[in-house]
C-alpha cells in the first residue's frame, strides 16, 4: 500500500453519457474525500466520507453526481449525464483523522467532448 | 463557509533568494492550515502545515507563519532551487477537518 490509487487516470467521454471513477485509500485511512480542480483553480471540495458514511456534500455536486464508499474502504464517484463543464481533474484525497493533512491521489482527468 | 484568499497568483525569483506567498481566510474558527505543492501534471503534496496554536513552524527551507488576529498566514520558502518550481496552494479547515477550503494557487518560478 503505497498511497491512494485512482482509476482511471485519463477518461474522454461524450457528452451525456455515464461516467465512473475508483479510488483506493490509504488502507488506515478512515477519512476519504473527493475533490475536483480546473485549470489554474485550487481544489474544490465535493464530499466526504467517514468509513462507509458520506457525511457531507458540497452543493457543487448536483443530483447528476454520486458516490459511495460500500465498506468503507474503496471509494466511487459516478456522473450521470455527462457535460462539458464536467471536464476537470477529480482528486480523491485520503487521511487518518481529522486536521491532518490528506495524501493525495493522482487524479482522474476527465474530457467531455 | 470559509473563504480562502491566496496572493500573488504568479512569483518569479532568481535562484539563491527567498519566496514568500501570503494567504487569508474569513472564518475565525479555523484551526488548521497546510501548504499543498502541486508539480505540472502531479499530485497536490503537503509540504508543511500549522495549527492555530502556533505561530511559527519550520522545515528547512520552508517555514509557515500564522497570525490569528489578523486572519492571514504565509509560506516562506528560502534559498529557492528550480526545483521549488511548482504551483503552491494554500488551505484553511474549521475544527470538523470535514473539508480544505483551498486557495486559488501561486505559480513558483526559480529562475537558474
Known amino acids: 500500500d503505497t498511497g491512494v490509487s485512482q482509476d482511471p487516470r485519463h477518461k474522454i467521454t461524450k457528452r451525456g453519457q455515464n461516467v465512473t471513477f475508483r479510488c483506493d485509500p490509504i488502507s488506515e485511512h478512515n477519512r476519504l474525500y473527493w475533490y475536483r480542480q480546473t485549470l489554474g483553480q485550487g481544489p474544490e471540495f465535493l464530499t466526504y466520507?467517514?468509513?462507509?458514511?458520506?457525511?457531507?456534500k458540497s452543493r457543487l455536486l448536483s443530483d447528476r453526481f454520486s458516490a459511495e464508499r460500500p465498506k468503507g474502504s474503496f471509494s466511487t464517484l459516478e456522473i450521470q449525464r455527462t457535460e462539458q463543464g464536467d471536464s476537470a481533474m477529480y482528486l480523491c484525497?485520503?487521511?487518518?483523522?481529522?486536521?491532518?493533512?490528506?495524501?493525495f491521489g493522482s487524479g482522474t482527468r476527465l474530457t467531455v467532448v | 463557509g470559509e473563504n480562502v484568499e491566496q496572493h500573488p497568483s504568479t512569483l518569479s525569483v532568481q535562484e539563491g533568494d527567498s519566496a514568500v506567498i501570503k494567504c487569508t481566510y474569513s472564518d475565525s474558527a479555523s484551526n488548521y492550515f497546510p501548504w499543498y505543492k502541486q508539480e505540472l501534471g502531479k499530485r497536490p503534496q503537503l509540504i508543511i502545515d500549522?495549527?492555530?496554536?502556533?505561530g511559527e513552524k519550520k522545515d528547512q527551507r520552508i517555514a509557515v507563519t500564522l497570525n490569528k488576529t489578523a486572519k492571514h498566514f504565509s509560506l516562506h520558502i528560502t534559498e529557492t532551487q528550480p526545483e521549488d518550481s511548482a504551483v503552491y496552494f494554500c488551505?484553511?479547515?474549521?475544527?470538523?477537518?470535514?473539508?480544505?477550503?483551498f486557495g486559488t494557487g501561486t505559480s513558483l518560478t526559480v529562475i537558474p
Open positions: 488551505a484553511a479547515t474549521l475544527n470538523t477537518g470535514n473539508q480544505f477550503y
Open positions: 466520507f467517514q468509513n462507509e458514511a458520506q457525511l457531507e
Open positions: 500549522i495549527r492555530s496554536n502556533v
Open positions: 484525497a485520503s487521511s487518518i483523522q481529522a486536521n491532518y493533512g490528506y495524501t
